[in-house]
């Protein structure tokens, strides 16, 4: 008989690259309501992913899994919740691309080993996804996924004889790229990061002792758990009866921690190398203040809610009043009932509305975190103007995205990336901004008080921590000719920006 339960099917469909980003969460806890626990743990994560999220639950004997498309809150109820009776528990919400979105791409995953099944939730994107599935499938390996997650469920599954750590070792030593990890068998739970740490993953202790392990330090807060500390980079994490077990498993390459968590990703309230974020945002701001002085505005106002700290720090330091110019709207999430066409050109206007008594014939600077298109900017700054806004000074707190992201992030191919093709007085004639000024990458490690040596900052500067293969490259960095004349965003010839080559030990 399995000792797996599986409540819901899967339809396939054609394979392609898993870009997401992620939340994870993972506890450890006989005697608690691990399920319902998850579920708030996922509840305080869902800025990480909004179309699928899953929970996966051990009885000490058997797992059971719990996944669907849709936001947590309506992917879990009282009646799944009080079926996911165990010891322990993982679960997942994910963000994916277009056409990755379907059932049996959710997490968590289940492998099939000789000594019974594990379950894995993965936050990041492997490198070498295709060289390792490839070796599986000619051992004889089926996939029910198009995702990378699999891969690494089933390898674990492959290697697992009755040690998972020692199986996480082996499997740690083969796969490359970006991976955060909580693994879940009948008798344990594992935390999991890869040795660059480029995604973040926390451990935490509940006040009865049991252990809690999550993407952000946010999900510990809400479930009433004490934070410890960041997982190592290169570490295991092993909870069981026995208690809580340490594993340097693979050597720690460097500290690399996505820049863009401290940006924009995590929650403000996260902590990332004991930084609490809204603070090292709001240092963002006035950072930029300083970098990019505005001198006769009237206001300062955020792009709500990831500018807000920003906004502020950029008020406190140029003495422009702090004001809000835009009302977001708190019920927008992700649907599947696709917008007419209509509905796609009102763009920025379904989620924001402008003040127009803060707007009206003012000077505004307009604080955001990161240009990626461009496409949303414009709209936002094209309302404002028609709101009254007499001026709009354009101020985003990140450098400008030039070279996409092969660890995890849902980000374009180098050829949609608008600063990847074009100048920054050309993005500012584009977005139709009086004015353009990003923070520089120096103004953002000012802003954290850490070297760059402790970050992923590839999207900035195109030095990725692990070498990316020439043909996993190609995928996404398809820039031709260098741009003769201003173009409209998104189209255009481009301009060949990165040496394949062009990596950072």
Known sequence: MDNYLLEDGCNHQDADSPKEECGIFGIYAPGEEVSRIAFFGLFALQHRGQESAGIAVSDGHNIRLHKEMGLVTQVFNEESIRALQGISAIGHTRY??????????AQPLVGFSSCGPIAVAHNGNLINTSEIRNELEAEGCHFETTNDSEVIAQLL?????????????????????????????????????????IRPLCLGRLGNGHYVIASESCALTTVGAHYLREVEPGEIISIGQHGLQEIQAVPMQRRATCLLEFIYFARPDSMLYNRTLHTVRRRMGQELAREHPCPGAHVVIPIPDTGTPAALGYAEVSRIPYGEGVIKSRYIQRTFIQPSQRMRDMGARMKYTPLKETLAGR????????????????????????????????????????????YGIDMADQDELVAAR????????????????????????????????????ACFDGKYPVPIPPQVKLTKMMLEEPVKRLAPVGTGPEESLLDLNDTEE
């Open 96 to 105: 994916s691309t277009t056409g990755s979105s379907v059932l049996c791409n």
């Open 157 to 197: 599954a492959r290697v697992y004889r009755g040690n998972i750590e020692a199986a996480m070792c082996e499997v740690m030593g083969r796969i490359k790229g970006a991976y955060s990890l909580v693994v879940l068998t009948p008798e344990k739970l594992l935390g999991v990061r890869d040795p660059c740490g």
């Open 363 to 406: 000077k505004v600077v307009m604080v955001d975190d990161t240009i990626v298109r461009g496409t949303t900017t414009d709209k936002l700054v094209r309302m404002l103007f028609e709101a009254g806004a007499a001026e709009v000074h354009v101020r985003i707190t990140a450098p400008p995205v030039k070279y996409p992201c092969f």
């Open 422 to 457: 074009h100048s920054v007085e050309e993005i500012r004639q584009l977005i139709g901004a009086t004015s353009l000024g990003y923070l520089s990458l120096q103004g953002v490690l000012r802003a954290i008080d850490m070297g760059r040596d402790n970050f992923c900052r």
